[in-house]
């Protein structure tokens, strides 16, 4: 909720103050994610990977169990939960004080990942693959939800992607979805412009160029840039040769307003923030 200008999240009693930016770090336990499939897929490497994260300083672990990148295979329900759940319980052991978000359109695999003790939902369709997402996280009380825009289905949203005023269609979309979860009874929400998610590679360019609009609608904004497809696209090269550059749109992000960065590449992220935090306190920016 605003405070003013900062924002606080309240993730099941424990408040996660927005005063500075902060990293929710990607650990997708998924065999076939655009960068990193198949990498964290056992309970041990996700452990071992989570860890890392949290040392280099990530605020938030984001699991995943469903690959949402274009042409994504399908998956049941229970295999989903079955990829997810037991790393969310392993992880609450080895690391009881961590924020933990589950990544998941589902309400019920959202509703079996906060049994075991997740604070955050983030889902990438705003509720609307999933009517039941939305009553279903307001039920559950002090539960963060973020919502992200996407044009169609991950099977689908790529199957040429088109918008009137790209910055304008998604304001408008997410003017109607805090109405809809304001009347659910939400309180703690989080706005994701959905890089990558039912958008060309101008859409995405034109998207973070107006991203400093979105601060108008009273709530933090989530922007995931890292390794997407319309930066090594353009580069021409593999995803994960493009740390770097996205470190550039992050900065450009922050500068717009962000207040959350999704990366898989946390220390890099936070040596950007730090930069970003440096030049703020001189009043460079």
């Known amino acids: ?20 930016p902060r990293i929710m770090g990607i650990l997708n336990v998924t065999p076939d994610s655009f960068s990193d499939g198949g990498e964290f897929n056992t309970v041990e490497k996700a452990i071992s990977h989570a860890r890392s994260m949290l040392e280099q300083g990530a605020d938030i672990i984001d699991i995943g169990g469903y690959s949402s990148r274009p042409n ?24 009881p004080a961590s924020i933990l978000s589950v990544d998941t359109f589902r309400s019920e695999v959202a509703k079996q990942a906060l049994d075991r003790g997740v604070h955050i939902v983030n889902d990438i369709s705003g509720g609307e693959i999933d009517p039941q997402m939305i ?4 039920s559950m009380k002090q539960v963060p939800y973020i919502m992200m825009h996407m044009q169609g289905r991950p099977q689908t949203m790529q199957q040429n992607p088109h ?9 408008m979309y997410f003017v109607q979805k805090i109405k809809m979860a304001q009347a659910a009874g939400l309180t703690d929400l989080v706005v994701d412009p959905g890089f990558g998610f039912g958008k060309t590679i101008r859409h995405n360019y034109q998207l973070l160029q107006g991203l400093g609009q979105f601060q108008e609608l009273g709530y933090p904004i989530l922007v995931g840039l890292s390794r997407k497809s319309f930066i090594y696209k353009v580069l021409d090269c593999d995803p994960r040769e493009v740390v770097a550059q996205s470190q550039v749109l992050h900065d450009h992000a922050l500068r717009s307003g962000a207040n959350i960065l999704r990366v898989h590449d946390v220390k890099e992220a936070h040596k950007t923030i730090r930069l970003y935090q440096r030049m703020q306190e001189d009043g460079f920016i």
């Open 72 to 95: 994504a295979i399908d998956i049941s329900i229970e295999e989903e939960a079955g990829r997810i759940l037991p790393v969310i319980e392993a992880l609450r052991e080895h690391f």
């Open 163 to 171: 918008y009137e005023e790209i910055v304008q269609d998604v304001w």
């Open 1 to 20: 909720m605003s405070q003013g200008l900062i924002y606080t999240l309240n993730c099941r009693g424990t408040l996660l103050p927005l005063d500075r």
């Open 135 to 138: 009553p279903m996280v307001a």
